[in-house]
């Protein structure tokens, strides 16, 4: 969908920071459209903002914030490599999940987001924004597979947030993002090449 007006990342920024198309708008101090480079090949896609994205108007800056950045290193990424964001930009007060009528309310700009930056993978994390890609999954069953969805690789993994204090996620989700090197470089092989087999490694 073209939405109007929404021509780049910055556009899009610009009127997700003035949004008031759902009732989050009304709680939060800041929107957090997301952050990263228009030509990143991987886009993570968590939740919804916590206290201190809506404090900083910037996604994944807490305590999961700084694990995804430890994940991300861990596979000789930064985090200016990707971009980030999540499924709704204002934060649900008490960190409450998002209602479908919220998400779908903001869908617009996710949506957006994807087509401008046409990444080669999208890294949902959690639960919400697995279902936001694939309506019938289950985190458990989906995570680390990846597959594709209208043209789109989509990988889903467990919620850096609920993974930091469980060690037997914590240890799932180190494994998980070992996947995301290899599965960019077989996405990058030549059409021919991959042919039916694309996805094969996995
Ligand atoms: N959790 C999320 O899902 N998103 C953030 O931006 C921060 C924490
Ligand atoms: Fe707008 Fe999305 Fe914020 Fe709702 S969550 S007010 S739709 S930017």
Redesign the pocket.
């Known amino acids: 969908m073209h939405v109007q007006g929404m021509d780049s990342l910055a556009q899009i920024d610009q009127a997700v920071s003035v949004c008031t198309d759902c009732p989050l708008s009304r709680s939060r101090s800041r929107a957090?459209p997301g952050e990263g480079p228009e030509k990143a090949e991987v886009m993570f896609i968590?939740?919804?903002?916590?206290f201190?994205?809506d404090k900083q108007g910037?996604?994944?800056?807490?305590a999961?914030?700084h694990f995804l950045e430890e994940l991300l290193a861990s596979v000789g990424f930064r985090r200016e490599d990707v971009y980030?964001?999540?499924?709704v930009k204002c934060r649900p007060l008490n960190?409450r999940d998002p209602l479908p009528v919220e998400m779908a309310a903001c869908r617009k700009y996710l949506d957006r987001q994807i087509e401008l930056i046409s990444p080669k993978v999208i890294v949902t994390?959690?639960r919400?924004?697995l279902v936001a890609f694939l309506p019938r999954e289950t985190i458990s069953k989906a995570r680390g597979r990846p597959r594709s969805v209208n043209g789109v690789t989509i990988f889903p993994m467990f919620?850096?947030?609920a993974a930091l204090h469980q060690q037997n996620l914590r240890q799932v989700i180190q494994e998980d993002i070992k996947k995301l090197p290899p599965l960019l470089k077989e996405l990058s092989l030549p059409q021919e090449k991959a042919g039916g087999e694309q996805l094969s490694m996995f």
């Open positions: 957090v968590g939740e919804a903002p916590g201190n994205e910037r996604p994944f800056v807490g999961a914030g980030i964001t999540n499924t960190n994390l959690g919400h924004s919620h850096p947030a």
